[in-house]
């Protein structure tokens, strides 16, 4: 069995994940990381996306993060994001309406629209929907 590490993300309302782990890849903002027992300490920015992890078993997991920090030590890795939840708890119908409502807020040519949201917004739920459906 691979050595492991211990794997924490946590949100302001709560911890999703707090168990080991053999290997972590994050959405680092500059680009996908990987993570094993022993890594070199380092922080880093997170954006939307998968986190993907390898249990203590050996199962393939998902998470999605919306943003945050990644503390990375020698034997723990800890996310910090501004939400995240596992992929088996993503509401499909859910997304599909939030990237219907994005998508009808950018459509609209009134000017009232903060774009900038709204495309943050789209992104979310087509990650949480392309997450979902992997």
């Not at 300490?41 to 050996?58: E, I, N, P, Q």
Request: charge should be negative.
């Amino acid at each position: 069995m691979a050595e492991s590490l211990f794997l924490e993300v946590v949100t302001p309302q709560k911890a999703v994940v707090s168990e080991e782990a053999q290997i972590v890849v994050a959405p680092g903002s500059e680009g996908e990381f990987g993570v094993l027992k022993d890594h070199t300490t380092f922080l880093t920015s997170l954006k939307v996306g998968c986190l993907r992890y390898k249990d203590a078993t050996g199962k393939e997991r998902y998470v999605f993060i919306n943003q945050g920090f990644a503390e990375v030590l020698p034997d723990k890795v800890t996310i910090l994001a501004e939400s995240a939840e596992r992929r088996k708890n993503i509401d499909t119908d859910r997304c599909q309406q939030a990237k219907e409502r994005a998508e009808k807020r950018l459509a609209d040519e009134s000017g009232d629209v903060d774009s900038v949201r709204a495309e943050a917004a789209l992104m979310r739920a087509v990650q949480r929907i392309t997450m979902s459906k992997a």
